[in-house]
């Protein structure tokens, strides 16, 4: 397990991509009660192990990472 990454918040992190089929970071954290920065470690780390997948959202600056669970 990636240091930062505990075992109690890690399922609540997936609970919200469920429910919207596809979010940034940013949606995800206050959903959970936690930070935009943490929630992106946890959903990167579940990016990494295949349970989410992304797609990259252009616009004005950079782009944005929408998470979704793996197909």
């Avoid at 959202?57 to 782009?63: M, S, T, W």
Wanted: hydrophobic fraction near 35%; include cysteine; proline fraction near 6%.
């Amino acid at each position: 397990m990636s240091k930062g990454i505990g075992t109690v918040t890690r399922p609540s992190v997936l609970q919200p991509v469920r429910d919207a089929c596809e979010m940034s970071a940013a949606e995800c954290a206050p959903r959970v009660g936690i930070s935009r920065v943490r929630a992106r470690r946890y959903l990167e780390h579940y990016l990494s192990t295949g349970a989410l997948e992304i797609r990259l959202q252009y616009g004005v600056g950079r782009p944005e990472r929408r998470y979704r669970i793996a197909r």
